[in-house]
Every structure is written in C-alpha cells, then in structure tokens.
C-alpha cells in the first residue's frame, strides 16, 4: 500500500501547487485593481497633465520577463521558426488495469477495482520547453522576434497638472474671502477717519497731541481688522483641505472595500466636482470702527482739562505754585 500512498501525496502537493498559483494569480490581479484605483483617486483629487499619442520605437536593449509592454502587445514564447509555443497542463496522473497480488498483499497498490494508480507529471509552461524564445505579439496578432524594430503608440504627458485640488486651488479660494471683506474694511477705516477728524475739528483739538494719538489708535485698529480677515482665510482654506483630505481618504477605503476601481473613482469624482461647485461663506461686516470709543469725547474731555488747569495757573501769582506754568495743547 505504501506506493499509493506515494500517489496521493503526489496529487497532494499538485493541488497544493494548483492553488497556491490560483492564490497568486488572484493577488496579482487584485494589486493590479488597486493600483489603478489609487491612480484614478489622485487623479481626481491632485490632478493630471494632458496627454497626447506619439509613435515611439521599442527599446529592446532592457527586454526582460518583467518588462512592462505597451499597450495591446503581450509577452509569448516561440521556437527558432518563430511558432508560438504552447504551455503543457499537468498530468496528474491515471489509473490503469493491472495484474498481480490479491487486495491486501504486501506493496499492493491497486483500488477495489483492481486499478493502480501510475503517476504523472507537473505541469510545463511555454518558457520552459527547451530552444524557446521570448517574443512580443502584437495588437495584430503577429509575432515579433527579439531585435526587430517595430514602432507603438504611446500615451504621453505634456504640459501643467490640471485639476485637483493644489496650491493654487487653495490660495485662490482664501484670496477670493480677503477679497470680500479687505475692501469693506477699508470703507469701514475711511468712514472711521472722516468722522474722527470731524469730532476733532468740531471740539477744535485736530491739531493737537491727543488728536494724532486716537488717529495712531485708529490706524491700529485698521491692521488688526485686516490681520482677523487674514486669520479667517487662513481657518477657512484650512477646513476646505481637512475636507478634501476627509473625501479622498473615503474614496481610497472604498476602494479598498470593494477592490473596484470604477466604482471608487466615480466616488472621488462625484467628490471633487461637489467640493469644486463650493463657494466661501460670505456675508457683510458687522460696524468695526467705534469712534465714540476711541476718540471724540475721549479726546475732547482730556483737552478741556488741559485747559481748566491752564486757565486756574495763569491766575496764579508769579513765582508761587510750582514755579512753572502746564501750556495748554
């Protein structure tokens, strides 16, 4: 008995072999899907250069088994004539009639049925049958030999990356709120100044100290205003990246969930054009500028006390007091 069980192991290791190459071929063909996913998903969200058709000649000099070929040619195997070489499946063997031993004596390795089993063997690809050669078949069907020069249509890139989200994008849509809201600033500032000095002119301080002290106030609170719109642009194009970056990584995990490519890159698609459509969320300033607070009667109110202290020490006697006058602005 123990020739069949040889057999068997036989056919088990086969089958082990079968499936392991079963597995890899999966694999690869699952790899092959995600990465054209992935490619699709950048595309969409990063954009991609156009890409125009140029004949170019084929490079035979670097010509290996893992040669990536161009589009519509595969890789073949053929014999010196050029005739393509056919891969060989595996025998695993058959079970013949035999003669012999009654089931049951030694080394017997017939079935109930009186057969044996007679091994076979594994399986024989194309490149191993001896005086093949690699070749290139193309989109016609014709074989071409190893060194002959023939010429292919090639995909290739020319000029920017277009689409997608980049630092233009990004810079565009901050400066598109600076936009909005820096001109009403500065509406807000002019408006601000012209009511300043006329409280000024009115309480007959524009000339004075106090006056180019709430005028350098002013001047400040202008630069803050415009730093806080700087601030929002900045908070807002921040929140539109977190978002593109919250869309892609969605697009990739379906990707990866459904191992399909098509389907992931409609997704990133659909995504991109949503988020492009999307405009900042704008709506007019609020008053920034409060003269009452910063000028006026804050002003005035420090002027008249510079006058009344002048007017009681010009009343003074000479040479009493502190011995010198406070001038009035």
């Known amino acids: 008995m123990g020739g069949k069980t040889h057999s068997d192991n036989d056919r088990i290791v086969e089958e082990?072999?079968?499936?392991?190459?079963?597995?890899?071929?999966?694999?690869?063909?699952?790899?092959?899907?995600?990465?054209?996913?992935?490619?699709?998903?950048?595309?969409?969200?990063?954009?991609?250069?156009?890409?125009?058709?140029?004949?170019?000649?084929?490079?035979?000099?670097?010509?290996?088994?893992?040669?990536?070929?161009?589009?519509?040619?595969?890789?073949?195997?053929?014999?010196?004539k050029g005739n393509i070489l056919e891969d060989q499946p595996a025998?695993?063997?058959?079970?013949?009639?035999?003669?012999?031993?009654?089931?049951?004596?030694?080394?017997?390795?017939?079935?109930?049925?009186?057969?044996?089993?007679?091994?076979?063997?594994?399986?024989?690809?194309?490149?191993d049958i001896p005086g093949a050669i690699a070749a290139i078949v193309g989109p016609d069907g014709k074989v071409i030999m190893p060194g002959k020069n023939f010429t292919y249509t090639a995909s290739v890139p020319f000029g920017p990356v277009k689409g997608g989200f980049n630092n233009a994008f990004y810079n565009e849509y901050g400066k598109a709120i600076r936009d909005y809201y820096d001109p009403q600033v500065a509406t807000q500032y002019g408006d601000a100044q012209k009511e300043l000095t006329y409280r000024l002119a009115r309480a007959g301080t524009l000339q004075s100290s106090g006056a180019s002290d709430e005028t350098v106030r002013l001047a400040q609170q202008y630069t803050d205003n415009l730093a806080a719109i700087a601030n929002k642009a900045d908070t807002a194009t921040g929140q539109l990246k977190a978002q593109v970056a919250g869309e892609k990584a969605k697009a990739i995990n379906q990707l990866y969930a459904t191992?399909?490519?098509?389907?992931?890159?409609?997704?990133?698609?659909?995504?991109?054009?949503?988020?492009?459509?999307?405009?900042?969320d704008l709506s007019p300033l609020a008053q920034l500028f409060n003269i009452a607070a910063i000028g006026g009667a804050n002003i005035m109110r420090g002027i008249n006390n510079n006058r009344l202290i002048g007017d009681f020490q010009q009343g003074l006697p000479s040479g009493s007091g502190s011995g010198h006058v406070v001038e009035s602005s």
């Open 259 to 280: 191992e399909n490519p098509e389907v992931a890159a409609n997704q990133a698609t659909a995504a991109v054009r949503d988020i492009t459509l999307q405009r900042p």
């Open 91 to 127: 025998t695993t063997g058959h079970y013949e009639q035999q003669t012999g031993p009654l089931l049951g004596s030694a080394h017997d390795t017939r079935d109930f049925n009186g057969q044996v089993w007679v091994p076979g063997h594994a399986a024989v690809t194309a490149a």
């Open 16 to 80: 082990q072999k079968r499936q392991a190459e079963e597995a890899a071929r999966k694999e690869a063909e699952r790899q092959a899907r995600i990465k054209s996913g992935l490619q699709q998903i950048g595309w969409a969200f990063e954009g991609r250069r156009a890409r125009h058709d140029v004949k170019q000649a084929f490079d035979w000099k670097n010509f290996t088994p893992k040669t990536v070929l161009p589009k519509g040619y595969t890789r073949t195997y053929v014999d010196a």
